[in-house]
């Protein structure tokens, strides 16, 4: 047994310094099975039981000899092993400002076991037949132990960088979220406009808290005595993106602009309203106005939080000064003013008042009258005259004759007579800029001759 022992100590020196870990196992078999099998050729018609206690004796004696060249392979298969779970592991870090999605422990334990079970499998393939190494790797100092640490430190280092990127991802799909909300808001302006802030502002802090809790509990970093903290964060971030939206666009200079606009979609429909006989544009007049003037009023002041519910610290912004909202209100007065007199023009004139006659002219006569009137020449004839007629004398009583109209041009003209009269009658016909011509109406002038006044 000695001197096979020392045979194959002497030639270990040699083929242990070519050993690679791809064939350390295939040549540490090969020379340990010839040191084997020579030694039982040399102990042959020995006793059995003695012939295999020494055999394992001198294995015990030749594998201390490899294991330097075994603890150099283990070291490498460990790093190589450590590098590959600490750049799998951050790689299931989300990009900044991204939310993780759902599972990171599960995914981490997963990273965890492949990468340890790899070690394993490679340890296995490096140990020769019969070596008593394996036991040693899971000792508390063992390969196995080790990497098994690294890799729940690293898993726990990866976890602290989520927290840190969950808080940062969640303020992000804060803003996300809420600028979509107050983009439409604001572009409607409409009365209850705080009301909808300040209902879209807490639903999405809700929002972005349960999520941000979701992750970490996950992740096990949730802590339920922070979460006042949290909101509190999210509150912050929430309130600053809410008045810069709300200053920029109380800044705009079309802001005066857009306060026509509400009145005149009220007021006018869009330039489309056809004023009736029963409408009363001086009360729609008014109401038109207070909603033009209610667009200014909620971009004044900020209504985020109602009167002594402001959290410490933060008070009521105010978005347009005093001396620019009365800048604008004065515009804003300038620019409906001329539209009341064209509402009351275009309602005298209304084709309702003809309609009405002709519903009237109906239920007086009967239908069968008036189809036996339209289809009767003669009848229509007398009809079409007697219309003419009456439209003359309505003339005659509002305007005045032929004659009396061409002594007003006249007068016009040579700026003789009637004073401002016929100035202020062409503004009414003209109307305010923008607008169709009003309906010809002649205004009723005064001559005087003597103690005779006639007025047409």
């Known amino acids: 047994r000695r001197f096979r022992f020392e045979e194959f100590a002497n030639t270990c020196k040699d083929w242990s310094q070519t050993l690679k870990k791809d064939n350390f196992k295939k040549t540490a078999d090969e020379h340990m099975g010839d040191l084997i099998k020579k030694f039982r050729k040399d102990v042959h018609g020995y ?10 004796r001198l294995k015990d004696n030749a594998f201390p000899l490899l294991q330097d060249s075994f603890d150099s392979f283990v070291r490498t298969i460990r790093e190589d092993a450590e590098k590959d779970g600490s750049r799998n592991l951050e790689a299931l870090l989300p990009e900044k400002g991204v939310l993780p999605e759902s599972g990171f422990s599960r995914r981490c334990k997963e990273v965890e076991d492949r990468i340890q079970d790899t070690f394993n499998r490679e340890i296995e393939e490096l140990i020769p037949e019969g070596a008593p190494w394996k036991q040693k790797l899971e000792e ?15 898993s726990s280092s990866v976890k602290k960088q989520l927290h840190g990127q969950v808080r940062l991802a969640c303020e992000e799909f804060l803003k996300k979220s809420l600028s979509k909300d107050l983009v439409l808001i604001l572009d409607r302006a409409e009365s209850a ?17 349960n999520k941000m809790k979701s992750i970490l509990q996950d992740v096990g970093m949730w802590e339920a005595s922070k979460e006042k903290s949290y909101q509190e964060g999210l509150r912050e971030c929430a309130d600053t993106l809410v008045h810069d939206k709300v200053e920029y666009k109380a800044e705009e200079a079309s802001i005066g602009d857009k306060m026509f606009q509400k009145f005149d979609m009220q007021y006018n429909r869009n330039h489309t309203r056809t004023w009736r006989l029963w409408d009363n544009p001086e009360q ?19 209504c985020l939080y109602e009167e002594g519910q402001w959290p410490s610290g933060l008070t009521a912004i105010t978005f347009i000064s005093e001396d620019r909202g009365a800048k604008l209100r004065q515009q804003y007065d300038e620019k409906i003013l001329p539209e009341l007199p064209w509402a009351q023009a275009n309602k005298a004139n209304s084709s309702t008042q003809r309609t009405l006659m002709i519903s009237g002219l109906v239920l007086v006569l009967g239908w069968n009258e ?12 007398l009809l079409i005259m007697g219309s003419g007629g009456g439209i003359a004398y309505y003339f005659v009583q509002k305007v005045g004759t032929w004659q009396q109209l061409v002594v007003v041009v006249l007068q016009q003209l040579q700026g003789t007579g009637g004073g401002g009269t016929g100035l202020e009658h062409a503004q009414h016909l003209a109307g305010p800029p923008g607008r169709d011509k009003r309906p010809m109406s002649a205004p009723v002038v005064y001559q005087s001759s003597g103690s005779d006044k006639k007025s047409s």
């Not at 406009?193 to 807490?202: A, V």
């Not at 729609?284 to 900020?302: D, N, Q, Y």
């Not at 008036?370 to 004839?381: R, S």
């Open 370 to 381: 008036i189809m036996f009137l339209l289809y009767n020449p003669l009848y229509l004839m």
């Open 284 to 302: 729609e007049f008014e109401k038109a106005k207070a909603i033009g003037l209610m667009l200014l009023e909620v971009f004044t002041e900020s």
């Open 193 to 209: 406009m705080w009301e909808s802030i300040r209902s879209s502002h807490s639903t999405c802090i809700g929002n972005a808290l």
């Open 140 to 154: 508390p100092e063992g390969a196995s132990v080790l990497l098994k640490q690294h890799l729940q430190r690293e």
């Open 47 to 56: 006793d059995p039981d003695v012939c295999e206690e020494t055999v394992s």
